[in-house]
């Protein structure tokens, strides 16, 4: 299989992470916060695999006839063609509510 992952997805993981570091400094290292990045990102790469398809909880994933999956964390919105999927977005599940702008 190929993997394309849209610039939205890494925004999202990115700006999610981000806003942690700055909210608990004191505590949110720099390695946990690249780990945790690493993580994410690696989990993308199981979707069709290991991670299940599912149908989108979100109206605007469902508008767009995404597939979700879930891993840890974070819900992703990814099609299907031929070879290739393709991850359209990414969204922490603290932010898998309709109101949500990721």
């Known amino acids: 299989m190929n993997y ?3 610039d939205r997805c890494i925004r999202n993981i ?7 570091a700055r909210k608990y400094r004191n505590t ?4 946990l916060m690249h780990k ?6 690696d989990a993308m790469f199981l ?9 989108p909880t979100l109206k605007r994933w ?3 006839g995404w597939d979700m ?17 393709t991850i359209e977005d990414a ?8 109101d949500a702008q990721m």
């Open 91 to 98: 969204c922490h599940e603290q932010n898998m509510y309709e």
């Open 69 to 85: 999956a879930h891993a840890g964390h974070w819900y992703y919105a990814y099609t299907v063609s031929n070879h290739t999927i």
């Open 28 to 31: 949110y290292t720099k390695q």
């Open 47 to 55: 979707i069709e695999q290991s991670l299940l398809r599912r149908r």
């Open 62 to 64: 469902q508008n767009q």
């Open 36 to 41: 945790n990045l690493d993580e994410a990102i």
């Open 4 to 6: 394309v992952i849209r």
């Open 14 to 20: 990115a700006s999610f992470y981000n806003h942690v």
